[in-house]
């Protein structure tokens, strides 16, 4: 059950967002953009904070409306188990392929 709720979460993280451009019109963002965006160090991996703060970030701005907030102790465990589960290779670090991977199944 935890898995499926991570997964939802990192579902939810991952769904393309929409940004304004000029004049209210919305331009959506893809997975790949945002794992580029959240690639701090330009490696092609997401190690454990660049994969926390996407987490996070997208957490928060895709949460409904009056939904309850995760405590701190929550998230970090949601997270740490998400990064975990997502980093088959155990080298501590998630490629985009393996995040496409972990959302799949």
Do not use: C, W, Y
């Not at 690639?39 to 957490?59: C, P």
């Amino acid at each position: 059950m935890l898995r499926t709720l991570i997964t939802g979460a990192m579902i939810l993280t991952l769904v393309p967002a929409t940004a304004t451009a000029g004049g209210g019109k919305h331009k959506k963002i893809s997975a790949s953009e945002q794992f580029s965006a959240f690639d701090a160090d330009k490696s092609g991996q997401l190690d454990q904070a660049e994969f926390s703060k996407l987490f996070v970030a997208k957490a928060k701005t895709e949460r409904p409306a009056g939904a309850a907030t995760a405590s701190q102790d929550d998230l970090t465990s949601q997270v740490n188990g998400a990064f975990a589960q997502a980093d088959v290779d155990k080298n501590q670090s998630v490629s985009q392929a393996e995040l496409t991977t972990f959302l799949a199944g």
